[in-house]
């Protein structure tokens, strides 16, 4: 395979050659050549027929032609031609032809002008995009509606006309060697720490791969720990997340492709907050932030300290309790580490089943799945009934989690720490807790902790992170100072 010359030429026909071998055996490409007259210089447009509006590309022809015509009495030369192409608006001087291939790719009909050794590319997309719609993972009772798409154009826009600053500043990143996919990052300078900023540079350039598709495989090479089961970028659908999140010193990284946009650095803290605490009234914001905190903690150890208790510490049960556990447990030839096991992995079948079915029979499957699975397994004696009812609560705490990626790693650590609990009781528990929350102080997210501190230095803003204050007393942005004072 010959090498790829860099610069365009002058010759039209030496560039149409070059490009129909480039593009060969695709059908979607196409050269139009506009003739004019003898006097005119001939122009050619290419482009892929499955990502231009042809209909506004007519237009462009037509444009070209009643340019000449309305300077008929003048003599039509390269000038002429170039003057029309500016007069397009929104055109880009290419010189490369690896700067044209990847225009050519963004929807771009690119113009060459016999004779001019550079080529023009006017945008023109024409392919079909969904709808801007109610995010689905991120569903808020109050608050903006809008959530991203996979145009990333429009998702830019709709960051932008939150944030009306020209301290907003914009990185643009091709990565994918195959598919040259766009990636945005997005700061505003006044607020984002620039070391910060650095980094998130030094590592999005730093990025190799051939094909990119979606914004989590920029996380998995991003990310500080990449064995950490916990997810150390948070990723949003939702717009005005966005915005509140770069006000606050943190970046935006947006792909084109996917409407999940990533915002580092995050805390453990910014994974169980969701948008909706600044809409809702602080005190019942506070509320729920605590009762995440606990479904959190719920969601992860209820299982393994139900079977801890049972199995070991008996005598830590009150009497009432512990005979109704007993008596249900008669007849139940598994121990107890089974039938939580064997619950949890039919609930995970069932929420998975959930997921992959369409959504008119998905809700439905699971629901009447899980009553019938769990009551036919309790009448036959496989399982007892609390055993059934912890895993449903764990199940359901689960679902109280913000973040979609921090309930997975939930799923996940529950299983390990079952089997320990089952066979060292609550002292195996305790160093399972102790563990983890070790781990999650020693994580980082782009030299910030991903765990905050309580200190007297930073007293103010660790707090924050924790309780929501009421709104003349909050600070809207990073660098905001202390509150107003009470009127």
Known sequence: MT??????????EQNMNLLSQLYADNDCFVIRYLDGTEASPQLAIAYLSVLVDEERLNELNASFLNHGLQRKDSFVDEALALEWIKSLGGATELQHIDVVVQAIADSNAVVFIDGYPQAFGVSLPGYATRSIDEPTLEVNVRGPREGFIEDIQKNLGMVLRRLK????KILTYQIGKQTSTKVMAMY???QAEPSTVDEVKR???AIQMNVLVDSAQIEEWIQDSTFSPFAQIMNTERPDRIATALNQGKIAIMTDGTPNVLIVPTTFFDLLHPSEDLYERFYFANFLRVLRVFTFFLSLFAPSLYIALTTFHLEMIPTP??????ATKAGVPFPTFIEAMLMEVVFEVLREASLR?????????????????GEAAVQSGIVSRPVVIVVALTGIASFTMPSFNTAI????LRFPIMFISASTGV???????????LHLCSLKSFGTLFLPTLNSLQMRNALEKYVLLPAPYRRLSKQEGHSHEKR
């Not at 090498?3 to 039209?12: K, M, V, Y």
């Not at 079915?357 to 699975?373: E, K, W």
């Not at 790693?409 to 996940?412: D, E, Q, T, W």
């Not at 002292?427 to 929350?437: H, K």
């Open 188 to 190: 505003l300078q006044n």
């Open 321 to 326: 309790l512990m005979l109704a556990f007993m």
């Open 409 to 412: 790693s939930l799923r996940i």
């Open 427 to 437: 002292f195996g528990l305790a160093l399972c807790m102790f563990a983890i929350i």
């Open 203 to 205: 590592r999005l350039a």
């Open 165 to 168: 600053t020209p301290e907003l």
């Open 3 to 12: 090498e790829r010359p860099g610069e365009l030429l002058s010759s039209l």
């Open 357 to 373: 079915l369409p959504r008119s029979l998905g809700q439905s499957v699971s629901i009447v799945g899980a009553l019938i699975i």
